[in-house]
């Protein structure tokens, strides 16, 4: 089987994990007999150097036009005072759109190795196992109107039903395969969109008596992240509660470097890391490349539903976990070792095993 995935590196850090994690995907395809066309895209940042736009028609076109899609990270310092329509987040958020995926798929998975790594006490953070589904094509991210002149700046948090209830949908089904439970976040005491997302998933929830729903305020969801992490298995949210609880939820896993993510439901699905472009620490090797890999093996389970290559790149993730590797924001880790040197390992790790 031959599968075509359009890669798209970006800016910063997109560049130096998303090369470890199609290193990582070629690697499997060899030893489990499957191949793959890759085909690099710009976005972002080089993007709107090379075309003046940060997502050109091309990317887009390619994109369509492949089974899958792997996106490193967006955005620079340099471009944080473009106007709207020259940002590399622009480009990003035109890439979701135009794929039309709608559920973004965040798992924040402790590996038991990196207890220590986590900023939360051992005894609290011990087992955390959650799924964050956020809403990706709706929200203030996409509300209508919008607008920024010197005066005032405007942004539109605006839900339908059916937008609501097709993530809910997702998230229930998530959940039967998982602990069925579903937590649903939102603010419901205070907003308009809230109050519909809150009906909307109660009803979608009474087709899944088997999955207990249960609801609670972002505010306050954010404050049991940290206090009793294991208390969650789905949690499903708008989109921009979605994107800062699903930071938070990265780093009691160790580091935002960690969480990989899949987002599905349009007409390609797009694989990417949570984090961002990082341009604190890139250029110099040492990002974590462990998200980006894990999102590798979230597009192997997914798009290719090649379940054994996946869980064999996972397992290797945690073989070298446990054998003491790990990029610098992974302090606990004896072994510290540069993004490339993670990758070669795991890539030793899926050759060494049985297919
Ligand atoms: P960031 O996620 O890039 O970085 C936050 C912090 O986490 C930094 O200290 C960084 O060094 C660290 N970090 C992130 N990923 C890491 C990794 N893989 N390994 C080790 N450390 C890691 O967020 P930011 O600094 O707020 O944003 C930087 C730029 O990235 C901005 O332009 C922002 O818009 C963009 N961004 C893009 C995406 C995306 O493309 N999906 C996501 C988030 C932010
Ligand atoms: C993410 C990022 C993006 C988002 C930005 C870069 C547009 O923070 O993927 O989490 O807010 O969705
Ligand atoms: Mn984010």
């Not at 305020?217 to 294991?230: E, G, H, I, K, Q």
């Not at 509660?241 to 938070?248: A, K, N, P, T």
Request: glycine letters at 10%; aromatic letters at 6%; proline letters at 6%.
């Amino acid at each position: 089987m031959k599968f075509k995935v359009t890669v798209l590196p970006g800016d910063g850090i997109g560049i130096e994990v998303t090369r470890e994690a199609v290193a990582c995907l070629e690697t499997v395809a060899e030893k489990f007999g499957h191949e793959f066309e890759f085909i690099e895209q710009l976005i972002g940042g080089v993007a709107l150097d090379k075309t003046g736009v940060p997502l050109p028609d091309q990317t887009l076109e390619t994109c369509l036009a492949s089974d899958a899609v792997l996106l490193g990270a967006v955005g620079a310092p340099q471009y944080d005072n473009n106007p709207p329509k020259l940002k590399p987040e622009t480009g990003l958020l035109g890439l979701r759109a135009g794929l039309g995926v709608f559920a973004n798929l965040r798992p924040a998975f402790l590996h038991e190795t990196l207890i220590n790594a986590s900023p939360l006490k051992p005894e609290i953070v011990r087992g955390t196992d959650m799924l964050i589904v956020r809403e990706l094509a709706g929200g203030a991210y996409f509300g209508q109107p919008r607008e920024i002149t010197e005066e005032r700046g405007l942004n539109t948090m605006a839900y339908t039903a059916p937008e609501v209830e097709r993530v809910a949908r997702v998230a229930f089904e998530i959940a039967r395969g998982r602990r069925n439970k579903v937590s649903s976040i939102d603010k419901a005491n205070v907003l308009e969109s809230s109050q519909l997302w809150r009906k909307v998933v109660t009803r979608v929830g009474a087709d899944y008596p088997d999955v207990t729903l249960e609801h609670g305020y972002v505010d306050s969801c954010a404050m049991a992240l940290v206090t009793r992490p294991t208390s969650f298995d789905v949690i499903v949210t708008e989109n921009l509660f979605g994107d800062i609880l699903s930071d938070e939820a990265a780093v009691l896993t160790g580091s935002l470097g960690m969480l990989p993510s899949a987002s599905i439901g349009g007409k390609v699905d797009l694989y990417e890391p949570v984090h961002g472009s990082a341009p604190d620490i890139a250029g110099r090797g040492i990002a974590n490349p462990l998200g980006a890999i894990a999102s590798a093996a979230m597009l192997l389970r997914h798009t290719c539903k090649l379940e054994a290559p996946a869980a064999a790149l996972e397992t290797a993730i945690s073989r070298i976990l446990a054998d003491g590797y790990g990029t610098p924001d992974l302090k606990s880790q004896p072994n510290q070792v540069s993004t490339s040197e993670i990758g070669r390992h795991i890539r030793r790790h899926i050759a060494q095993s049985a297919a």
